[in-house]
């Protein structure tokens, strides 16, 4: 299975798949500056909520190896500042920002420490979460595939698959868990504009894996669940509010409409570090805009007007009502839903 993020062999740096230029170029850097690891989660070289968590935590940690002989003072208001930047790349997905708060919490009970002992414990730190992010994949994995019958045709949009976590994924981790235990699974994949992580992503990992897999565009879903070709949609999550509206990649929305319609259930896999029970509901959740030429320019090709006006939000958000069941990492959580003491219950890592 790949593994989109982990340590350099050095344990210096954070070595990623760069997914920008999936699938032609299969590219591992290394990011051990600042503005790299917050370039690399911007531009979506590292991308999914538990992925950027991952990433977030761990860069934190190889952009402070560069400072670890400035004094103590010095040192803990660099990584105070490092820490803010790093949350502030990304803002709809909580796993980037849970990651760095835990990183600070690590950091507030060890501030004594020199910097070198502080850094150690802030690598402990990382490495338990990237650690725990590959058994909340297996755990969804295995919670999910009861979901996957024999000959199951799944729909899936955007990429939850490995490539967007540490581990095996999220949305795709019922899949490959039924796929190892000798299922027929087939997959279709939601090409996911504007940047086609359905596409250019999904289908490669999935190929890859030796998982049949259908690419379509995202306005043939419909057509192709009118034909009840569908047996499921499963797809990711990068924040799930309280009430269990949950925003997910642009154009989940109307996929739950679309199989709501044609009796298909739609579920949501996500590990319990992305349900937020500090926000109430989908209308307290800020969605983040991207640029206006990630649809007139996509991929460096003029496909619209150079000056037309464009929107372009990254995610949208699929109201609870919608929503069959969530696959957790701590099971199958069906409605009525109420995660406003998700963390008194241990929900959180």
Request: charged share 25%; aromatic share 4%; proline share 5%.
């Amino acid at each position: 299975m790949i593994e989109a993020v982990r340590w350099s062999p050095s344990g210096d740096a954070v070595r990623i798949i760069d997914q920008r230029v999936l699938p032609g170029e299969y590219v591992e850097r290394d990011l051990r500056m600042l503005e790299e690891v917050r370039d690399a989660i911007a531009t979506l070289a590292v991308r999914g909520a538990p992925a950027i968590g991952v990433a977030g935590a761990m860069g934190l940690v190889a952009s402070l190896e560069a400072h670890v002989e400035e004094p103590a003072d010095r040192f803990l208001d660099r990584l105070r500042a490092h820490a803010a930047a790093i949350r502030a790349t990304r803002p709809t997905a909580v796993n980037l920002p849970w990651a760095i708060d835990r990183m600070l919490a690590t950091a507030n009970r060890a501030h004594e420490r020199s910097p070198r002992a502080l850094l150690d414990s802030l690598r402990a730190e990382a490495t338990a979460i990237l650690e725990e992010d590959r058994q909340m994949c297996r755990r969804i994995g295995e919670h999910g595939e009861s979901l996957i019958a024999e000959r199951a045709r799944v729909l899936t949009h955007c990429n939850a698959g490995a490539l967007a976590t540490g581990g095996i994924g999220t949305a795709l981790a019922p899949v490959y868990v039924a796929a190892e235990r000798g299922r027929t699974v087939a997959v279709y994949a939601d090409e996911t504009r504007p940047l086609l992580q359905g596409s250019r992503l999904t289908a490669w990992e999935l190929a890859r894996a030796g998982i049949p897999v259908t690419v379509l565009t995202d306005g043939m879903a419909a057509s192709l669940m009118r034909t009840g070709a569908v047996d499921l949609c499963i797809v990711g999550a990068d924040r799930i509010a309280a009430n269990g509206d949950t925003a997910n990649k642009i154009g989940s929305y109307a996929l739950a409409v679309v199989a709501r319609h044609h009796g298909v259930p739609f579920y949501v896999a996500a590990p319990s570090s992305t349900i937020d029970p500090a926000v109430p509901d989908g209308d307290s959740i800020v969605i983040e805009q991207r640029a206006a030429d990630e649809v007139r320019r996509s991929f460096g090709t003029l496909t619209a007007p150079a000056d037309v006006a464009v929107y372009n939000p990254a995610f949208d958000v699929t109201p609870a009502a919608l929503i069959t069941a969530f696959v957790t990492d701590r099971g199958i959580v069906r409605a009525p839903y109420d995660f406003r003491a998700w963390n008194d219950a241990g929900g959180r890592r």
